[in-house]
């Protein structure tokens, strides 16, 4: 079987594979937590007004909310390198990994109810999946390079797109820029 060696449709299997092997901790009122297995993860490619408008659409029905988060966002469009023989392509592209939070949560709430309990088992369950993917080259060591932040302020002061509307929601993330992909040329077998 060919799979496509296009970037936005190899972030596609790989999100969908996040799922696998990923544990997160969901809080109950009351206090109570649970370890459970990761919900599927909504996966949004384009640029930020696009990704504010797909998730303003879900949030329309109640089935769209349940599915909406968390969420993993490929920015776009991102420019790919097609210049070697040695490689498909190469690409550094901008993610945002998400999940919905609450205005009135501390950051030390955020801390402990997105970040350590969600957000970063996603976010390293995202780099394992993209290094057992097989279709891109991290080298002989698999180190997958990229620039990482936690966003705090989405939560309380709210995320806004390039051109300042604001996402309808208040959440809680992680940007993940220039996020170095080698895509391999596809080899017979």
Not at 21 to 40: A, F, L, M, W
Not at 149 to 176: C, F, K, L, M, Q
């Amino acid at each position: 079987m060919n799979r496509s060696r296009e970037i936005i449709e190899i972030f596609r299997d790989v999100v969908n594979a996040v799922s696998d092997n990923c544990k997160i901790v969901v809080s109950y009122r009351g206090g109570e937590t649970r370890e459970i297995d990761c919900p599927k993860i909504n996966y949004v490619f384009g640029n930020s007004r696009y990704v504010k408008d797909r998730l303003d659409e879900l949030s329309k029905t109640p089935k769209g909310n349940d599915i909406k988060f968390p969420l993993v966002a490929l920015f776009c469009p991102f420019e790919e390198k097609r210049d070697s023989p040695k490689y498909f392509s190469k690409a550094a592209v901008n993610v945002l990994i998400a999940n919905s939070s609450s205005k009135q949560w501390s950051n030390e709430e955020r801390l402990t109810r997105s970040f350590q309990n969600i957000l970063r088992p996603i976010y390293r369950r995202l780099l394992d999946a993209l290094r057992e993917d097989g279709r891109i080259d991290f080298g002989y060591d698999e180190v997958v390079m990229h620039s990482y932040s936690e966003n705090y302020s989405y939560g309380r002061y709210g995320a806004h797109t390039a051109t300042g509307e604001s996402v309808s929601e208040p959440i809680d993330a992680i940007n993940i820029s220039n996020l170095e992909l080698t895509i391999k040329n596809q080899t017979c077998r």
